[in-house]
Each structure stands twice: as C-alpha cells, then as structure tokens.
C-alpha cells in the first residue's frame, strides 16, 4: 500500500514535482473571471494580471467536494492519504479537508493543520514527501509532520505597500508615509497568522533585519527542508538577497539553494517585488 500527499496550492506546489503528490487548487477571482490556481493561471499570468487589473483578486477555499474526489481516488488505487493544508486561521481549506473526511471516515486518510502557508506549507509537505520515499505509514506521516511543525519559521520582506493599502491591511495615509520614507515591513508567521516583525528604510536595511530574524529564531537546519521564493516577475530581489546573506547558508551556493516563486494566496496581499524563507529551527 503506498502514501499519497494531498495539499492545496496555497503550498506553490505542483504535482509534477514528486509522483506521490496531489495539489488541490484554489480559485483565484479578478473581477467576474474565475482561474483555478495551477491549472488555468499560473504564477506569471497571475502577477501579469495583477499589475494589468484594476481590481484585487480574491481567493477561494478548496471546496469538500475536491477532497472527496481526492479521498476516493486515493482509496480505489489502494493508497492511503495524508492531507496537508494551509493553516486553519488563513483560509478554510483544512475544513473542507475535515468535512469530506467527516462523510467518508476511515483509519488510511489523515488531515494535518499545517498552520502555515505557501513556503511554509511547502517545506513540512517536502518534509512528508521524504518520509514517503523512506516507506513510513500514512499514520506515522502524520504524527512526524505534526510533531515537526512548530519548528518551521517563515520571514518575509516586502518591496511595496500598496497592496496592503489595496486590500484594507493598511491605512492610506500610512501606506504614503511608509512609501514616503522607503519602509519596508518584514513579516512572518506566528501561530497561524501573518504578523509584522519590524520596518526597516530601504532595501538593504530589510535584508539586514530579515537576517536577524533568521538569526534569531537560531538559524537554518539544513537536514530538513529549506525553501526560498519571491514574487512577482523577476527574482532581481531574492537574488540580491542571496548575495548579500551568504553567512546564513553554511557553504551552500547561489545555484544549491531551493528557489520557488510565491502565487497568488499570498501574492494578492503583499504584491510584486516580496521575498520570503521557510526553514526549520535546529532542534537543541
């Protein structure tokens, strides 16, 4: 009997990438037109149109009924399931996940919280992915990737505050002064939600403060999986990152580390020009 992983494409994750994975996709709303997210608009098409459109995009829940189809063909091939979603307070995915489970009960299916999204989602489904290649049961996915979880630290840097201003997270008036003065907010996620760690003027000085939350949360356990992405059009940012944080990746290079472009769960929010890490704390 074999393992199938079932996420949402809150993860930046793509079937093709393991052929133990399944990815669900969000719907992704400009105006009247529907997409789902990873089959009809890809993460280029989405930062095209987010630049072309006057409106925000909106994005949608996985519904029960895409993880019922999930849950069922995992069982008609034989195959038990783990189902990672995004986290719980960011979107209603796991929900739908607990209801289709909930209509259709068995011992081979299991549903984790991931109490994260996109890079950070990504790095604990990578991590149950290794996990399926060592042959461990679907139960014992399970408990490993919920046991791991709260080691995962995500930490971005934004380039821009208009989207935040866009979509209400920000006031106008603050949104023109931070503009005014260049400020960059580097933000995380904490117990499920995305919080603001600090500000920083200029590029340069938030690349300098994104370390030093790195730092802080005592830096990057490179045996578990690590995962680095940007949004937007061009990695100029990310890359420039890189660069100039070589202390932090322990003799790992440029061409080395796990580069991944950030979609439209999170990009809607923080628009073009963020970068974001997702790595696991060392354990003591």
């Not at 989405?46 to 072309?52: A, G, H, K, N, P």
């Not at 849950?71 to 209801?99: F, M, Y």
């Not at 472009?261 to 929010?269: E, L, N, Y």
């Amino acid at each position: 009997m074999s393992v199938r992983i079932i996420t949402d494409s809150a993860s930046d994750m793509s079937p093709a990438e393991h052929p133990a994975l399944a990815v669900l996709p969000l719907s992704v709303t400009f105006g009247t037109d529907v997409y789902m997210d990873g089959v009809d608009i890809d993460h280029q098409r989405f930062y095209e149109m987010l630049v072309e459109r006057d409106e925000l995009p909106m994005t949608g829940q996985v519904n029960p009924y895409a993880f019922s189809q999930a849950i069922a063909e995992a069982r008609e091939a034989g195959d038990e399931a783990v189902i990672i979603t995004v986290g719980a307070k960011l979107s209603g995915t796991n929900q739908s996940a607990r209801t289709a489970l909930a209509e259709a009960p068995g011992g081979d299916v299991f549903v984790v919280d991931s109490n994260n999204v996109t890079l950070g989602e990504r790095v604990l489904v990578e991590y149950a992915l290794r996990l399926v290649d060592e042959g461990r049961s679907a139960s014992q996915i399970a408990a490993a990737v919920e046991a791991v979880r709260d080691r995962v630290v995500v930490i971005g840097l934004l380039e821009t505050l208009e989207y935040l201003v866009r979509g209400g997270r920000l006031s106008a008036a603050a949104g023109a002064v931070g503009t005014l003065l260049n400020v960059k907010p580097v933000v995380a996620v904490e117990d499920g939600l995305i919080v603001q760690l600090g500000k920083a003027r200029g590029s340069k000085n938030g690349r300098n403060l994104l370390n030093q939350k790195v730092e802080k949360a005592g830096g990057v356990d490179f045996a578990m999986p690590l995962a680095l992405g940007y949004t937007g059009l061009s990695d100029a940012v990310l890359k420039k990152y890189i660069e100039d944080s070589v202390a932090l990746w322990a003799g790992h290079i440029e061409g080395e580390l796990p580069v991944h472009t950030i979609g439209a769960t999170i990009g809607t929010h923080v628009g073009p020009g963020a970068v974001a890490i997702a790595f696991f704390q060392p354990t003591n």
